[in-house]
């Protein structure tokens, strides 16, 4: 199992022979319908058998040689993709060990915070802000109302 689907191309061609046959089993069931006569089978066309044929010229074959790659096992890819994981995980590891060691310089170096915030928030000024972004912002046009869309 795992094996059809470390290959999309099997995959592939598994889901087209499977709907190959779905589509000949549909075509037996509909009814035959009666063909009328084609247009080429009622005209009657000259007989050629007077004009003497011409012989195409043959062409030279050129054969053209494809540089040959070399072959990749599987083996080769699973070393390949083992010694990413591994040079990854390696990454990983001295990430963690730099934040950690950033967070206990932090944690040396961080100044006491206040208990209580200089900040401030007023219900009207609050109210202003809203009124100014309506008046400062984009045009009624450019941003209509719901209502208006029916």
């Known amino acids: ?11 592939v061609i598994l889901v087209g022979i ?15 319908k009666k063909k009328s006569k084609n247009f080429w089978e009622t005209v009657q066309l000259p007989n050629f058998d007077s ?14 040689e ?3 790659q070399p072959v990749r096992s599987i083996q080769d890819d699973y070393l390949e993709a083992q010694r990413k994981a591994d040079s990854l995980k390696r ?8 934040i950690r060691s950033n967070e206990v310089k932090r944690s ?6 206040q208990e209580k915030s200089d900040f401030q928030v ?3 000024k609050l109210a202003d802000a809203v009124i100014w972004s309506e008046i400062l912002g984009p045009p009624r046009a450019r941003k209509p109302h719901r209502s208006m869309h029916r």
């Open 1 to 11: 199992m795992q094996f059809l689907l470390d290959n999309p191309l099997i995959i």
């Open 18 to 32: 499977i709907s190959s046959i779905f589509k000949k089993g549909k075509n037996e069931t509909k009814p035959t």
């Open 51 to 64: 004009i003497p044929e011409v012989k195409p010229l043959q062409k030279a074959e050129v054969y053209h």
């Open 66 to 68: 494809e540089p040959v």
């Open 91 to 98: 990454d990983a590891e001295e990430l963690e060990r730099k």
């Open 108 to 113: 040396i170096d961080a100044p006491t915070l």
């Open 122 to 124: 007023d219900s009207n």
